[in-house]
């Protein structure tokens, strides 16, 4: 930090600013959220439906969740 120069100094407390103002929440409780919107959605999805994606070449046999 001794480094910078006083431009980007201010560039780096307006960005702070700025994060301060985003209200954090637990990815305890985002997480599982995210999951259940993402496993309602998989019917809609041709990647992970079967149905829709019969001549999908790539379409794995198991299903598992990243994140």
Not at 20 to 31: N, P
Not at 35 to 40: D, G, K
Request: glycine share 2%; proline share 4%; net charge negative.
């Amino acid at each position: 930090m001794d480094e910078l120069d006083e431009t980007q100094l201010k560039n780096e407390v307006e960005s702070l600013k700025l994060q301060l103002k985003f209200t954090r929440e637990k990815t305890s409780i985002t997480v599982p959220d995210l999951v259940t919107w993402i496993e309602e959605k998989m019917t809609e999805d041709p990647f992970l439906n079967t149905d829709i994606s019969r001549e999908n070449p790539w379409m794995e046999s198991g299903k598992c969740v990243l994140l």
